[in-house]
Antibody, heavy 120, light 105 residues
Framework: QVQLQQSGAELVKPGSSVKISCKAS????????MHWIKQQPGNGLEWIGW????????KYNQKFNGKATLTADKSSSTAYMQLSSLTSEDSAVYFC?????????????WGQGTLVTVSS | DTVLTQSPALAVSPGERVSISCRAS??????MHWYQQKPGQQPKLLIY???NLASGVPARFSGSGSGTDFTLTIDPVEADDTATYFC????????FGGGTKLELK
C-alpha cells in the first residue's frame, strides 16, 4: 500500500534553513509527482509546489519561489523540501502528498505532516 | 491564481442533509476535489473530479458541479462527520478553498 512517511518536528531559529523529508513506499517513486502543502495553525491549506522524481522537474507556487526548494533522491525514494531564511510566518505543518498519474491530478495519499516551529 | 471560496462554517443535526459549496474565480472544468480534515490529521480525499467517490468513502458523501460552482453533499450527516472540508482545484496549478468547518448540533 502507498505510504508517505515524513520526518519529525523541527524547532529552528529565525534566519536559518530546514530540510524535511518524505519517504515513499508501495509504488514506483519515479512515476508520480510529489507535492508539498503548507498549513498554518487554524488556517487553510496552501500549495507550495511539486517535483517529478523521474526527471527532477519542479514547479512552484510563485509565492514560494526563493523560499522552498524541492528535491528528490531516487535511490531512497525520498522527497525533500528545504525552507530558507525562516521567519515566524514559516511556522506551520507541512504535508507531502502524491499526485496521480498524468496531469490535473488530486491527492489520494498524504504524509502525516511535519511541524516546523520558527522561534529564537 | 484560481481563488476558491467556501462558506466558513455550518451547523447541522445528525440525520440531516448538508451541502457545502465551493466557488472558483475561473472555470476549472471538472477538476475539483474534496477533502475532509479532522484536528491533528492529514486531509483525506473524499471526492475527485467533481463527482467521483474516492475508495473506501461512504456513499453518504457525494459531489456535483462543473465550471465554477461545486457542491459536496453529506446525506445523512453522522456525528463522525464533524470536521473541516476543503475543496481543491487542479486545472490551473493547485489551490485550496479556505475550508468549511462542519459542526453538529
Amino acid at each position: 500500500q502507498v505510504q508517505l512517511q515524513q520526518s519529525g518536528a523541527e524547532l529552528v531559529k529565525p534566519g536559518s534553513s530546514v530540510k524535511i523529508s518524505c519517504k515513499a513506499s508501495g509504488y514506483t517513486f519515479t512515476s508520480y509527482d510529489m507535492h508539498w502543502i503548507k498549513q498554518q495553525p487554524g488556517n487553510g491549506l496552501e500549495w507550495i509546489g511539486w517535483i517529478y522524481p523521474g526527471n527532477g522537474n519542479t514547479k512552484y507556487n510563485q509565492k514560494f519561489n526563493g523560499k522552498a526548494t524541492l528535491t528528490a533522491d531516487k535511490s531512497s525514494s525520498t522527497a525533500y523540501m528545504q525552507l530558507s531564511s525562516l521567519t515566524s510566518e514559516d511556522s506551520a505543518v507541512y504535508f507531502c502528498a502524491r499526485g496521480g498519474y498524468g496531469s490535473y491530478t488530486w491527492f489520494a495519499y498524504w504524509g502525516q505532516g511535519t511541524l516546523v516551529t520558527v522561534s529564537s | 491564481d484560481t481563488v476558491l471560496t467556501q462558506s466558513p462554517a455550518l451547523a447541522v443535526s445528525p440525520g440531516e442533509r448538508v451541502s457545502i459549496s465551493c466557488r472558483a474565480s475561473e472555470g476549472v472544468n471538472s477538476y475539483m476535489h474534496w477533502y475532509q480534515q479532522k484536528p491533528g490529521q492529514q486531509p483525506k480525499l473524499l471526492i475527485y473530479k467533481a463527482s467521483n467517490l474516492a475508495s473506501g468513502v461512504p456513499a453518504r458523501f457525494s459531489g456535483s458541479g462543473s465550471g465554477t460552482d461545486f457542491t459536496l453533499t453529506i446525506d445523512p450527516v453522522e456525528a463522525d462527520d464533524t470536521a473541516t472540508y476543503f475543496c481543491q482545484q487542479s486545472w490551473n496549478d493547485r489551490t485550496f478553498g479556505g475550508g468549511t468547518k462542519l459542526e453538529l448540533k
